[in-house]
């Protein structure tokens, strides 16, 4: 019996960058609810951008955002993981010196970007992933812990994983999210443990929960559950990774899925 449904967003659910989900995927993900069926929202995106994107069933849902290292529901923080505030400095001086790289940088309860940065990659941040955004002078004035370094190339980041990962691939891990999107987080964080710490705390199994995911930074978490669906649209290496495939995020793959199940 499935007692866990966890869903990645940008590619799964929406399109990368969007926020207005199907009202009848909310509908269903409260009827299963009431089956005592859980459901999380995993993404690369800041916990607010995900609050706002299921604000009609907050109450309802888990949320494992910035890649895992943020656990959180309803309005509370549960689980924060970090990263290294010397080593995350040392690389934001590293990508100042790549002229066609831009940063966004995660707290728990805010995101920053520094003052004339990118005035594209703003505005979509803003207005496209909806996140609770503060411009800065200067990232050192950050106060609060930091869960994660977005790094931002609209050609693409495959480039950019080599070379960062060749000189911190063994202090922090890197995620691709999405084409343009490299995220930085703790070494041993990712969505999968994020979703194990929350099959440990509701006591399921992984062959009681069910995923759903696209890009790289959702392998981990279909190692663990039985049922790990790709999505239509997702990448090679996510398809050969899950045991099940759905339809494309655009024909509403989950959400067929869901109705199935229900």
Not at 89 to 104: G, N, R, T
Request: aromatic share 10%; glycine share 8%; proline share 2%.
């Amino acid at each position: 019996m499935i007692k866990l449904i966890v869903s990645d967003i940008d590619g799964t659910l929406l399109e990368e960058g969007t926020n207005k989900l199907n009202p009848e995927l909310l509908e269903t993900i409260l009827m299963l609810r009431k089956k005592g069926i859980q459901f999380a929202a995993a993404s690369g995106r800041h916990q607010t951008s995900v609050r706002k994107t299921f604000d009609p069933i907050l109450e309802k849902i888990f949320i494992v955002a910035d890649n895992g290292a943020y656990l959180g529901c309803k309005n509370r923080h549960l689980f924060l993981y970090p990263l290294n505030r010397a080593m995350v400095f040392q690389m934001i001086e590293d990508v100042k010196a790549m002229a066609d790289l831009s940063i966004v940088i995660s707290g728990a309860d805010i995101a920053y970007m520094e003052k004339g940065s990118d005035p594209y990659l703003e505005d979509w941040v803003v207005n496209g992933y909806q996140y609770d955004l503060k411009l800065l002078e200067n990232f050192h004035q950050i106060q609060e812990d930091i869960l994660k370094v977005a790094l931002y190339r609209k050609e693409g980041v495959d480039a950019q994983y080599e070379s960062f990962y060749k000189k911190y691939g063994g202090q922090v891990k890197l995620a691709i999210s999405g084409r343009s999107w490299l995220d930085v987080i703790g070494l041993n964080v990712n969505k999968g443990e994020a979703v194990k710490t929350l099959q440990e705390s509701l006591g399921i199994a992984p062959e009681e929960t069910m995923v759903f995911g696209d890009q790289m930074n959702d392998l981990e978490m279909m190692k663990q559950a039985y049922y790990s669906f790709a999505v239509g649209n997702a990448r090679e290496e996510v398809k050969k990774a899950a045991r099940f495939q759905a339809d494309t995020s655009g024909n509403n793959g989950v959400l067929k899925v869901l109705k199935q199940l229900l």
